[in-house]
C-alpha cells in the first residue's frame, strides 16, 4: 500500500485499507461462487445430490438473501428487494432435506437476485462509515459476509464431492513433496496462554473473547494422519474390533455398516476413492480424509493415543514459547500466502503430509492451517465472557454436548474464514466433510 498524501489523517487511510480488504474479500468470494454455480447444468443446480445438503441453487440464493439482510437493510436501512423469500431461504426454518421442495429461485433468476445484491452492497461499501456501532465498526458486517458466503463456497465443494456423475470441477495438484522425515511428534510445554481473540476485527463471537488457559504438557503429532497410517488401522480390524469404539461409536458403524472412509473402496489389494468424479488410487502420503469424529477417536486409541482438547489444538498452533505470546497464525502475524498453507480451493485435495515448511507452528508442527479440518476431542462451548453477536442463531444454538469442535481448515476454506481462533464445529457422524486429526498423547508422568 502506497504512503498516504500528505493531509491524510490515520483514520481515513485505515477506513481505506479496510474498505480495500472488504472488497478484494467479497470480489474473491463471488468469483468462487461464480464457479462453483456455472461449471454444472440447471438440473445438477436444481438436484439435491445429498439429503445432508441443499441444492445448489438453495445455497446461491441463500448467499444473496443474507448480504441483502445484513448490508443492504441491517447497515444501510434499505427496504426488502423480494418480500416474502426471507422464509425460504432461513437455514433454521427450512432443513436442508425438506428445502428441494420449496418454491425456491430458478438458476437463473437467482443469480440476478444475488448479482443486484451484489452491486447494491458495492454501492453501500464505497460509502460505508466504519465507526459508530459494533456492526459496522472496522468493516465487521463486510467482513461476516464476505467469510458467510466463503462458508457456503465450502458447503457447495461439498455438495460437488457427493454429486454423482463426471468430473465438473479442476484444479492442479500440490506440489510434490519429499517423504517426511522429521520427528513424529512434538512436545507441548505445560503452562498457561492466551485463547481465543479480542483484537481479531472480523473474528466471530464463538471466537471471544481472548481469555488465559492452562495446558499440562502434551505431545501431538507433527503431522495430520495419513491415508497410509489410517491403512494399517483399517487391516488390523479397526472397524471390526469394538474395545476400540465408543458404545455410540461402535453403534453407529456397525448400523451403517462402515468400513472405511467415505469415498473409499476396496479393488483387490489396494484402496480407490472417488475425488469430485474422478476415481483413482488412495495417495498413501496425503492425510486421510472424508472422516468422521467416531472413526478418528477409535485410530487414536487403537494407535496408544487420544484425539487433542481444542485448547491443545490452539496452543500447539498459536503459542510462542520465546515471547510467551499467541500468534494469528502458526507461522505469526501475516496473512495466509501460498508457501504457508493449502487453503482457498487452490487445489482439490490435501498435500502430502510435511508440506509447507513455512507454514509450523514455532515447535515445528506442521499443516495446522489448510488441507484437512482437524477433528479435537473437545465439545463445541462458549469461552469465558462469550455474548452473541450478531444474532444468537450463528453459535449460541449450537453450544453443547451435540457437537464436536474441529479446527484449522482445509484446502476447501479461504483465508478470510480461516484463522488461528477460526472454531467449526459438526456433529461426531459427520464424514462428508472435508474432515481428518492428528493425535496427542499426555506427557509421561
Known sequence: MTAPETGTTTTETDTEALRERALACLTTARARTTLLTSCVDEPDLTAQHS?????????????????????????????????????????????????????????????RYAAEVRGRALDLLASADFHGSRLTEAGFAFGMIAQHEQQHDETMLITHQLRKGPQALTAPDPAPAPPFTGPAEVLVPGGPFTMGTSDEPWALDNE????????????????????????????????????????????????????????????????????????????????VLHVCWYEADAYARWAGRRLPTEAEWEKAARHDPVTGRSRRYPWGDADPAPEHANLGQRHLRPAPAGSYPAGESPLGVRQLIGDVWEWTASDFLPYPGFRAFPYKEYSEVFFGSAHKVLRGGSFAVDQVACRGTFRNWDYPVRRQIFSGFRTARSEAV
Open 51 to 111: 439429503p445432508l445438503m441443499s441444492p445448489l441453487v438453495w445455497d446461491l440464493a441463500h448467499i444473496g438473501n443474507q448480504e441483502e439482510l445484513w448490508l443492504l437493510r441491517a447497515v444501510g436501512g434499505r427496504e426488502a428487494m423480494r418480500p416474502g423469500i426471507d422464509s425460504l431461504y432461513d437455514a433454521f426454518e427450512h432443513p436442508r432435506a425438506e428445502r428441494p421442495s420449496l418454491p425456491l429461485l430458478p438458476p437463473a433468476e437467482a443469480r
Open 208 to 287: 471471544r473473547p481472548a481469555h488465559p488457559r492452562e495446558v499440562a504438557p502434551f505431545w501431538i503429532d507433527t503431522v495430520p494422519v495419513t491415508n497410509a497410517a489410517y491403512q494399517a488401522f483399517i487391516e488390523d480390524g479397526g472397524y471390526t474390533t469394538e474395545r476400540w469404539w465408543t458404545p455410540e461409536g461402535w453403534a453407529h458403524i456397525r448400523r451403517h455398516g462402515i468400513t472405511a472412509p467415505l469415498f473409499w473402496r476396496r479393488d483387490g489389494d489396494r484402496w480407490l476413492r472417488r475425488r469430485f468424479g474422478i476415481t483413482e488410487p488412495v495417495p498413501p502420503d496425503e492425510p
